[in-house]
C-alpha cells in the first residue's frame, strides 16, 4: 500500500457565518479536512486490492461519486459513496436531491440578545445541523430498504465487527467545535470507515472534500466519535434531532464485490446468533462455516466439508441448530459443544412440505411455516428430535 506522509491537511473553508440578524452554525457539514494530526493519506494507485478482508485487517475501496463543495452535504456526500458501493447507479447529485431538506435546519432558538434599549432583548439562532442520522438512514432506504441500519451509541467493537463482513459504514464524527453566545457548539463531521488495521491499530476513512482516504489511531477515531456536548442549548438542539454520540449507519447486508472478491475470510451469506454473545456463519461459495464472537468478530471455530447448500440455519438453543436445505426437503440438527465443534444429533430427509421459513420461539419449540403461510410447531429433545408441541 502507497502512503503520502503529511503534517498537516488542512482546507480553509467558511464553516461559521454569522449574519446581522442569524447565526446559523454548520454542525454535520463540514466542507474541510478537520484532522491536521493525521498522518497518511492513501490514494487510489494504492498496490492494495479493492477488496481485502482479514481478521486483522480490511480495506474496502470506495467508489468516487462527487465530492463535498458546500458546508452541509458531508452526509449524502458520504451515504452516495456506500450506496455506490453496494451496486447502485447514484452519485453524491443523486443523494443531496433526494434528502428532506426539512431534516437539515432545525426549529430556530431564542437566545438573550440585550440592549441598553431592550434589556429583555432576544434574538433568533438557527442550527444548521447538516443530515441528521435518521434523514441519512431514510434517504439510503430508497435503494436499500430495511436493510439500512442506524444505531447510537454503538460499541466499537460491533463497527469493526461490521468491516470484517465487508460492510462499510457511516460515522458521524466530531471534528471541532466553536463558542456561541458563552455555548460550545461541536462541528459534526459524516464519513465513511471503510477499513482498520488491528496491528498498527487504525481505523480508515473516506473524506468528502477530495474523496482520499485517511487514518486515525483507534484513540483518535473513538475520541471524535464517542462525543460530549454537556448540557444546555447545544445538547438540546442536538438531542431533539437525534444527534448522539457513536452514531453508525450501515447496509447489513454483503456487497456482490466483496462476496465476488473470493476472500479467505469470506463475508458468509447466513448469519445467525446464538443468544450468547456468539454467531454461526455460513459461507455457501466453499461450503465453510464459523463460530465467532459476536461483537468483534473474532473467529473461535471453523467448519468445512459441507457438502449441502443450506438456505437456512436457525439457533433452536444456544447449543444447537438446525441446518435447512429448501431444495432437497431435508434439514440435520447439531449439538455446539463448549469447545465450538458441531457434533451431528439427528437428519430429516424428504420432509413433505418446503417450509418458507423457520424461526426459534425459544424454549426449544420451533416454528415452521409453508408456501402457503400455513405454520406447524414442534419441540426437540436433546438429542436434535422433533415432537409434536401441541
Not at 477515531?221 to 460530549?228: A, C, G, I, L, P
Request: charged share 25%; proline share 4%.
Amino acid at each position: 500500500m502507497k502512503k503520502k506522509s503529511l503534517k498537516t491537511i488542512i482546507k480553509f473553508t467558511q464553516c461559521l457565518t454569522t449574519l446581522s440578524l442569524t447565526t446559523v452554525l454548520s454542525v454535520s457539514g463540514v466542507n474541510t479536512f478537520p484532522f491536521a494530526s493525521t498522518s497518511s493519506l492513501f490514494h487510489g494507485s494504492k498496490a492494495e486490492a479493492a477488496v481485502t478482508i482479514r481478521d486483522d485487517y480490511v480495506w474496502l475501496d470506495m467508489p468516487q461519486t462527487g465530492n463535498q463543495d458546500d458546508n452541509w452535504s458531508c452526509g449524502p456526500t458520504s451515504a452516495a459513496r456506500l450506496i455506490n458501493f453496494y451496486g447502485h447507479n447514484v452519485n453524491r447529485d443523486t443523494l443531496v436531491n433526494a434528502i428532506n431538506r426539512d431534516f437539515v435546519i432545525p426549529p430556530s432558538f431564542k437566545v438573550p440578545d440585550p440592549t441598553w434599549d431592550k434589556p429583555w432583548g432576544t434574538r433568533r439562532v438557527d442550527i444548521r445541523t447538516g443530515t441528521t442520522p435518521h434523514a441519512l438512514r431514510d434517504v439510503m432506504k430508497k435503494w436499500e430498504g430495511d436493510n439500512v441500519k442506524l444505531e447510537r451509541k454503538a460499541d466499537f467493537n460491533n463497527l469493526v465487527g461490521l468491516l470484517r463482513q465487508g460492510k462499510p459504514v457511516l460515522a458521524l464524527l466530531r471534528v471541532d467545535s466553536t463558542e456561541i453566545l458563552g455555548t460550545t457548539w461541536p462541528v459534526m463531521h459524516w464519513v465513511v470507515v471503510n477499513g482498520f488495521s488491528a496491528s498498527e491499530q487504525k481505523i480508515y476513512f473516506t473524506e468528502t472534500g477530495d474523496g482520499e482516504t485517511y487514518e486515525y489511531s483507534y484513540g483518535d477515531f473513538q475520541s471524535k466519535w464517542d462525543w460530549r456536548v454537556g448540557t444546555g442549548l447545544a445538547s438540546e438542539a442536538l438531542h431533539k434531532n437525534g444527534v448522539y454520540s457513536k452514531t453508525m449507519i450501515w447496509v447489513d447486508r454483503v456487497p456482490s464485490e466483496v462476496l465476488a472478491s473470493n476472500q479467505p475470510d469470506m463475508p458468509s451469506d447466513i448469519s445467525v446468533s446464538l443468544g450468547n454473545g456468539k454467531v454461526i456463519n455460513y459461507f455457501e461459495s466453499n461450503g465453510t462455516g464459523t463460530l465467532a464472537r459476536q461483537d468483534s468478530g473474532e473467529i473461535l471455530q471453523r467448519y468445512s466439508g459441507w457438502h449441502t447448500s443450506w438456505d437456512q440455519i436457525v439457533a433452536i438453543r444456544t447449543d444447537m441448530v438446525l441446518f435447512y436445505d429448501r431444495e432437497a426437503g431435508k434439514g440435520e440438527i447439531y449439538r455446539i459443544e463448549p469447545q465450538g465443534n458441531l457434533t451431528f444429533l439427528y437428519r430429516y430427509d424428504g420432509w413433505r412440505k418446503t417450509w418458507s421459513n423457520i424461526s426459534s420461539l425459544g424454549n426449544s419449540r420451533v416454528r415452521f411455516v409453508d408456501d402457503n403461510n400455513h405454520s406447524e410447531i414442534y419441540s426437540v429433545n436433546d438429542d436434535g428430535v422433533f415432537f409434536d408441541a401441541n
